[in-house]
Structure formats: C-alpha cells, structure tokens
C-alpha cells in the first residue's frame, strides 16, 4: 500500500509540472517573395504570403470536396 502511495506521489510530481507548461502565443505575419517565377514562366514582382501559427486551420467547403 505505502509502495504504491509512493510511486503514486513520484508520478504525480513529474507528470504535473509538463501538463501545466504553457504553449507559445500565437503569431502572425506576411513573408514577400520578390521577383517571384512559377514554373510556368510567369513572374510576378511582388508575392505576399500570410501565415499564422498556433491558429486553427480551415478549409472552406468547396476545396475539401475538392482536395485529393
């Protein structure tokens, strides 16, 4: 009974503290692409890529029917 009371308690004490961590803030931002070329040929002077981390991802309903 004290065995099992006591791995109970060492278990508790190491679990605990990494459950309690705190995840990053969420960030957002914009990265440019200058004098971007796809491999088309066409070029574009300026590509402006939003991005997000931590933030939930959604896909709008006519592009989940369509991804494969």
Do not use: K
């Not at 990265?31 to 402006?48: I, S």
């Amino acid at each position: 009974m004290r065995r099992s009371a006591a791995l109970l308690i060492a278990l508790a004490s190491i679990t605990l503290p990494a459950m309690a961590a705190d995840s990053p803030a969420p960030r957002e931002g914009s990265w440019v692409a200058r004098d971007f070329r796809f491999h088309t040929g066409e070029t574009v002077p300026e590509l402006q890529l939003g991005y997000g981390s931590g933030l939930p991802m959604t896909v709008p309903a006519h592009l989940r029917a369509n991804a494969r």
